[in-house]
């Protein structure tokens, strides 16, 4: 599967140890943290991240859904190129939340399965 890395948000395991991640939990967690970032947000990484949140505070419809979709799409095919990518709008829930779904396919992985994650904004 390959090396893990740190679960963020931080959170300490049963032994006192910091989490780790892998494998394809390790994509989820690394989409997450593309989409939930501004780009330019971090001055030591100003490219990662997603400008997809310009359209958040609009007008809400199906079509501004399909545009961030697409935004968070090249996104993560730019940032994250272990895998392939492939970012649908799904719905806006009665309580404000904005829902994608979100396909991979790690390049590395032997199985040909597509994955599925729906992310709330």
Do not use: C, H
């Amino acid at each position: 599967m390959g090396a893990s890395g740190l679960k963020f948000p931080l959170t300490i395991s049963g032994i006192g140890r910091f989490d780790t991640v892998d494998g394809l939990s390790k994509y989820v967690q690394n989409a997450k943290r593309i989409i939930n970032t501004i780009k330019r947000e971090r001055f030591y990484e100003p490219n990662m991240g997603s400008t997809g949140y310009k359209l958040l505070f609009r007008n809400f419809n199906p079509q501004n859904g399909a545009i961030i979709a697409n935004i968070f799409q090249e996104s993560l095919n730019e940032q994250e190129p272990r895998a392939l990518w492939n970012v649908s709008y799904v719905e806006e829930t009665l309580d404000g939340k904005v829902i994608f779904r979100v396909f991979f396919r790690s390049k590395n992985e032997e199985a040909s399965d597509v994955f599925t994650e729906e992310f709330e904004i």
